[in-house]
């Protein structure tokens, strides 16, 4: 019956075709705003990404609690991490960005692998056994809306970071000026290439918060849909055979929570890589 809540796994319907959709699923709209079941896993990851926070931090040790200190060593391995590859100047200017999409993807592909997540709510009974149509939780980064926000943040960040590092004046320069030394008919031709070569680096970067977004969206996605697959492929095993697969999938959170942080730190180090010359390679 429609609007029955229903608990337990989606493989236990027995058929594969009624998987994972593409799109979030809207589950209400108080006031005319709509809120999907993305939505809903993206609120509590934040929340409890700052409650951990604050009860990590209300009471400051020289000798830190068990939160605290693995709050403590994620920070700081990160800040290490990334002023090894971007530099000291620039890591100051952009960590609070860096170690904040990483700490929150993280999570959110890792709450997105608890069991009842897609596998909570509204549904219909058929000869099968019951269908869930609109599940109440959806992992955060298996929506596009999701992963294009974040990556649209960071290209306004990207743009705000660049334009304080260089000037607008060191962006163009950067991406159409010649490098090197040359003369004569030879300079000429060098800047007709490099002026060809930055138009199709303005293309490249235009389309990086498509190519962030689609990379961590299917790869969640196809997380997720593969479990299920697992969860339905043999009837009665359902609780059984996904279980390899959700330890390679934690894997993959966290490489893709990775991948996503040093792709755009060095997209960022990219543009501003002139400046961080001699610091690297007084570091160097």
Not at 196 to 218: N, T
Request: aromatic share 12%.
């Amino acid at each position: 019956m429609l609007g029955i809540v229903c608990l337990g796994f989606v493989g236990q319907v027995g058929q594969v075709e009624h998987g994972l959709s593409q799109k979030a699923v809207e589950i209400a709209r108080p006031f005319g705003f709509p809120i999907t079941n993305s939505m809903v896993v993206t609120w509590i990851v934040a929340v409890g990404l700052i409650v951990f926070a604050r009860l990590s931090t209300r009471r400051m040790t020289q000798v830190p609690g068990p939160a605290q200190n693995f709050l403590e060593w994620l920070v700081e391995s990160l800040y290490g991490l990334l002023e090894s590859i971007i530099g000291r100047h620039l890591v100051e200017r952009t960590f609070w960005f860096f170690g904040t999409i990483f700490i929150f993807i993280l999570a959110a592909n890792w709450v997105g692998l608890i069991p009842g997540v897609g596998t909570i709510g509204w549904g219909h009974h058929t000869d099968h056994g019951f269908v869930i149509e609109q599940p109440l939780f959806r992992g955060a980064n298996a929506d596009l809306n999701m992963t294009l926000a974040m990556s649209l943040v960071f290209f306004a960040c990207w743009i705000v970071w660049a334009v304080q590092e260089t000037g607008i004046r060191g962006i163009v320069h950067e991406l159409f000026a010649p490098k090197g030394d040359t003369a004569g008919l030879m300079r000429v031709l060098m800047i007709v290439v490099f002026f060809a070569a930055g138009c199709l680096e303005i293309v490249s970067i235009l389309f990086r918060p498509v190519s962030l977004s689609f990379r961590l969206y299917g790869n969640v996605f196809a997380g997720e849909n593969m479990l299920e697959t697992m969860a339905t492929i043999v009837p009665g095993l359902g609780w059984l055979l996904p279980i390899p697969f959700y330890f390679m999938e934690l894997l993959v959170g966290l490489v893709q929570a990775m991948v996503f942080m040093l792709l755009t730190a060095v997209f960022t180090l990219l543009i501003c890589q002139h400046e961080e010359a001699g610091t690297a390679a007084v570091h160097g």
